[in-house]
């Protein structure tokens, strides 16, 4: 095969695997506007939505952990796995919700780790802007998933569109394997077969607690958003939209700054707006004060995630026994949400709650302080960074 023939097939690959990655985005916050109909729909305490949320995050867990085993495999078993959990969660009695959630979090856990590897282990030079702009197309999907969810609930055809969403899974895989898109191998240097390293247990916290807020907030905001005085329908689904848009739009600013300013000053300003947002929530009496808080909260959270899984690539990589860090954000992603709905169920107020992804943030500070320090610059930044 010629080396142009190589390229085209490399090129369509990507857009094959930018596509997925946008399809899980939408599947992971589907939940977050999804809430306020499926808490109607079966009668749900606060308390038993977050164990709704718990249960994908749950499944994603597990995914995660075997999802560098066999990076190929992790693509093709996951997209099968979110389409069927999807597709049937609102056809489904509500006692099966949580099947179908855990369902479709095992396929995106297998998924997203995978694709983050593939492409981080073959862009070792622009690793950083690669990720940057594939977590952007994820955070487009993301954006995608109130926007549907609130269209579908117009025309009142929300199972259908689920479903719609399943059948869209199901193609890219079939595209996948019939049009002979083989996934190439990705450099591996296995050095080291331990499970455990300082490196891995420093991502592997940063990343639980990271998730964690990030889903805390863009799944809880909806019903928020609904509590406040002269609240609609249309406010809790603008408000989550309003949320992953501006996630989108940071993702896409953090990729131009990378170029002008330190990554040391981008990571300590974002952690510092993204706690200032969080403290907005505390203080929002209205819908117009919720989306400004959330605007804000995103756009603080935006680059973080891209810059800890770039560093991060080379030791998860070089271990074949790492898989536990990318569940570990998974894990985040179930309890730190789950734990939010139990404080707001014990203080009956979604206000108090939202004290819980605050102090996260405050933890990832800590965690990086302690690490970091905040005077480093931008070569001390990432050479702790690294293995």
Known sequence: MSTSANSRLSAKLLAVLYVQFALTGTVTTLLGPLLPHLMKRCAMSDANAGLLIAAQFAGGFVGALFANRNLRFSVMAGMPLISIGTGALLFTPCSLSYFCTACYGVGLGLTMAAINLIVAGSQSKQRASSLTLLNFVWAAGALSSPILVEWARRFQILPESLLGLSVVGLVLWLTTILGSLSLPPVPETPTDRSWYSPSLLFYGALLFLYV?????????????????????DSVAASSVACFWLSLLAGRLLHAGLLRRIPETVIYWLSLAVALGGML????????????????????????????????????????????WVFSSASLGGALVPWLTGKTSARFGSLRV???????????????????????????????????
């Open 280 to 323: 907005l929530y505390l203080f929002s009496y209205s819908s117009v004060q919720i989306l400004l808080a959330a605007a804000v909260t995103a756009l603080g959270l935006a680059p973080i995630f891209p810059l800890i899984v770039s560093r991060a690539s080379d030791s998860l990589l070089a271990c074949r026994n790492s898989g």
């Open 353 to 387: 709650a939202f004290l819980v992804p605050a102090a996260a943030a405050v933890v990832i500070i800590a965690l990086s302080v302690a690490r970091l320090g905040p005077g480093h610059s931008q070569s001390k930044f990432a050479a702790r960074l690294s293995p």
């Open 212 to 232: 964690g807020v990030e889903t805390s907030v863009g799944d809880w905001t909806a019903l928020y958003a609904t509590r406040v005085q002269h609240a609609n």
